[in-house]
């Protein structure tokens, strides 16, 4: 079973909700490995204490043009959807933007005589840790500057579910509703949106939904800090029909121990008791 947990914004307590998840599957002696796919930050680590095990580059194709092949029709510039390409025929130049290409292979594809060829460079690393008491993390990280995270993205996942088998893949996502969280969460069984009773909230929340909607992928809500702000999203996920399968409060003693890299199931025994029933009724799923 592969679970994204996901969120249409940043900073509603995704990874929060991840870690602490995970972190109890472990002590329930549940066969799990966390997989983190927010590859432009990703810091579950931070809360739990790992060691590096295991490291590898992610490549990806950016094209190697032969000039002395070249006809400079143009055609790769034609194709190239995001400005990546140049082609000045009078000087005999056709040429790439690395920063603005994202490894589509639409030049290659499209050049008439086959000047262009696959080349393929460093995008970033996908890295295994291990915790203390041999709980496994694969988490991806792309080289800064990178234009695309997918690649990345999809090596993280590749790379967990091939070399270390398990009975359930708990994957942090990239926040929002763009590329990244589409090809994390089409990778996974179901999603679990955590968000939060604020107007943007509901907004992005909105957003995240109608994406999975568009993909047929089966979700839940988590309301985090849902003892805030007001009854409007409540009100829309009854409309809509959508399960709430926990409510976790605002708490002083919740945000000083996340601040501090401990998690909650660790050092809150009274809060611990929300994650137990999450975790109940996403398995149940």
Known sequence: MKISIASGKGGTGKTFVATNLFRLMHLQKKSVVLVDCDVEVPNSHVFLETTDVENHSVTDFRPDINLDACTFCGRCVEYCHFNAMICVPGAHLTKVIPDLCTGCTACMVACPVGAITANQIEVGQVT?????????????????????????????????????????????????????FIQTTAKTDIVVLVTEPTPFGLSDL??????????????RVVINRSDLGDDAMENYLKERGVEVISRIPFSKEIASCYASGRLVVDELPKYKVYFEQLLEKILAL
């Open 128 to 180: 295994t840790k291990v915790t203390k008491d041999g709980a496994r993390l694969v988490e991806g990280r792309i080289k800064v500057g990178t234009m695309s995270s997918i690649p990345a993205i999809n090596a993280t996942v590749a790379h967990a579910t091939s070399h270390y088998p398990a009975d359930y893949y708990l994957v942090d996502s990239p926040p929002g509703t763009s590329c990244p």
């Open 206 to 219: 909105r957003q995240a939904m109608d994406t999975l909607d568009s993909m047929n992928k089966p979700y």
